[in-house]
């Protein structure tokens, strides 16, 4: 794939130190040694990436291995992941709540700062889970404790940066609303992420695509436009709401809901009945708030920072409900 033009490159993390650029095959191809746990963990990382991709006859081979069961329809998959919940950081952690924008930016960022060239989509689950595989890999295969030191550096920046700050509450929405198999498989994610972070231990600071993300806006001092925006972005609002999601509030309230783009049928929603949806609204973000605070946290911090963004969409929500 050709990389994805970017004029505003982010600073390499200082985390990374000075990791090499990766080597041409995989680490016991190099070491000439047997996999240790690390490697079975980035090999784990991978084939789960790989089911993310739409259902092949090979990827079956790898769900048996994995105990997944049966591979999903195309129709599921094609439900799931394109109409529900698509699989790139990017719609989870820009401020925009669209493909590629400044998170995408700074996840190929992340792949030059290792003098790598970024794939089009680096945001997308699949080539993320691959190439965090890779780090685990080059960590295992390098022979040299300096060269080990930087590649651990650089596995655990990519997991607390790019990968934890969206990924448990989003496979949280595929426990809602896929198909057995992938709600096993969002298990099975999770199960290798807590490994994952037992191993390589916790990052005090937040990451970026958090800490630098505004919450929502208020449509009575900014654009009405920019505050249906920003309730679907799940970094502003704290919650993920999906088609299927819109589609409950318009049966729930008697609502008319039209084809298209979330965009459309929220802002359709709100036009049929403003105080209704959003009072329902904000049922939903003070919803959210209580999810986040009972599970069982992979990263407390990044948690906490979910949590209390969908207070404040609720406070927010419930103010606009009222006047």
């Known amino acids: ?28 191809g190099r070491s000439g040694s047997a996999p240790g746990p690390d490697s079975a963990l ?33 129709a599921d998959y094609t439900q799931l992941f394109l109409f529900q919940l698509t699989p790139y950081a990017s719609v989870y952690l820009g401020p925009e709540g669209m493909l ?59 997991l607390w940066e ?22 096993i498989w969002a298990g099975l994610l999770e199960d290798a992420l807590r490994e994952e972070v037992s191993a390589l231990g916790a990052q005090e600071r937040l990451a970026l695509h958090l800490r630098e993300a505004p919450g929502v806006t208020d449509p009575r001092n900014e654009d009405p436009d920019g505050f249906v925006g920003a309730l679907l972005s799940p970094v502003r609002s704290g919650m993920i709401l999906a088609r299927a999601d819109l589609g409950r509030a318009g049966r729930e309230l008697d609502l008319g809901t039209r084809a298209g783009e979330r965009r459309l049928i929220l802002k359709g929603l709100l036009e049929q009945n403003p105080a209704r949806m ?28 979910w949590r ?14 009222e006047t």
Not at 120 to 141: I, K
Not at 283 to 299: F, I, M, Q, S, Y
């Open 42 to 74: 980035g090999e784990l990382f991978r084939a789960l990436g790989s089911l993310v991709e739409p259902p092949t006859p090979a990827a079956q081979r790898l769900a048996d291995l994995l105990d997944l069961g049966p591979l999903p329809t195309e």
């Open 308 to 321: 209390t963004r969908a207070e404040a969409t609720a406070d927010l929500l419930g103010d606009l409900a």
């Open 1 to 28: 794939m050709t990389s994805r033009p970017n004029s505003s490159d982010p600073e390499p993390s200082p985390a990374l130190g000075s990791a090499p650029a990766p080597g041409p095959g995989p680490a016991q």
């Open 100 to 158: 590629g924008g400044e998170a995408r930016d700074r996840i190929a960022g992340f792949w030059r700062a290792l003098r790598q060239v970024p794939p089009a989509e680096p945001d997308h689950l699949a080539v993320m889970l691959a190439f965090h595989a890779r780090l685990t890999e080059e960590e295992a295969g390098s022979e040299e404790s300096g060269a080990r030191g930087a590649w651990r550096r650089a596995r655990k920046a990519f």
């Open 278 to 305: 959003l009072e329902w609204l904000r049922l939903e973000a003070a919803g959210w708030a209580e999810r986040h605070g009972l599970r069982d946290p992979l990263a407390p911090g990044i948690a906490r920072f």
């Open 162 to 183: 790019h990968l934890l700050p969206w990924l448990p509450p989003y496979l949280g929405r595929i426990d809602d609303l896929g198909p057995p198999f992938y709600k």
